[in-house]
């Protein structure tokens, strides 16, 4: 069946950095658009960062905008997501998430059971 | 302080139908299409209705969609206890070329 599984959240003191995997099945990963999406402690949704179908065209948020790398290995079935000068800001749920469409524009239809990321000293 | 604006909360009594709100502006529902996701207690988020009106397979079609300029809604008929979750609307935006969501609203089943 379809499936994201994410990986590699944890705790790193402000400053530092991590890398966030995301492999999926179940379907043509290479076909579509790919988001990351977070969800800090008892609030919303925030949209992370796109990347389409073939890893041509990537969009971020302006608050992680010249901070994270979202990046994606069609070879491999995985998505990534590199995030580099972490702030207690970015303490949150981090989940993959699949798009409808190519572009990204389509909705997120599959989501990954989230993974933790906690910034602090 | 999120670009799509939600009540942050609504509230029925099993049976009852509820609405909820979703406000934006030109540069996202005017001009893209809006999606809804569902958040049960402790869970990822789940798709709800695409493109303004549609129901992914298994979404039961108590559930609803619709858009009118720059504003949506979701509605849910024959409410039930299970229905009781956190709604999330969404948008792409043209200007921060990339989706934007709403605030939330919790929904409480009485």
């Known amino acids: 069946q379809v499936q994201l599984v994410e990986s590699g959240g944890g705790v790193a003191r402000p400053g530092r950095s991590l890398r966030l995997s995301c492999a999926v099945s179940?379907?043509?990963?290479?076909?579509?658009?790919m988001h990351w999406v977070r969800q800090a402690p008892g609030k919303g949704l925030e949209w992370v960062a796109l990347i389409l179908f073939d890893g041509s065209e990537t969009n971020y948020a302006e608050s992680v905008k010249g901070r994270f790398t979202i990046s994606r290995d069609n070879s491999k079935n995985t998505l990534y997501m590199e995030m580099n000068s972490l702030r207690s800001e970015d303490t949150a749920v981090y989940y993959c998430a699949k798009d409808r469409h190519a572009s990204g524009r389509g909705g997120m239809d599959v989501w990954g059971q989230g993974t933790t990321v906690t910034v602090s000293s | 302080q999120s670009v799509l604006t939600q009540p942050p909360s609504a509230s029925g009594t099993p049976g009852q139908r509820v609405t909820i709100s979703c406000s934006g502006s030109?540069?996202?529902?005017?001009?893209?299409?809006v999606h809804w996701y569902q958040q049960l207690p402790g869970a990822a988020p789940k798709l709800l209705i695409y493109?303004?009106?549609q129901r992914p397979s298994g979404v039961p079609d108590r559930f609803s969609g619709s858009k009118s300029g720059t504003s949506a809604s979701l509605a849910i008929s024959g409410l039930r206890s299970e229905d009781e979750a956190d709604y999330f609307c969404s948008s792409w935006d043209d200007s921060l070329s990339g989706p934007v969501f709403g605030g939330g609203t919790k929904l409480t089943v009485l």
């Open positions: 179940g379907f043509t990963f290479s076909s579509y658009g």
């Open positions: 493109r303004n009106i």
């Open positions: 030109n540069s996202n529902i005017y001009n893209n299409y």
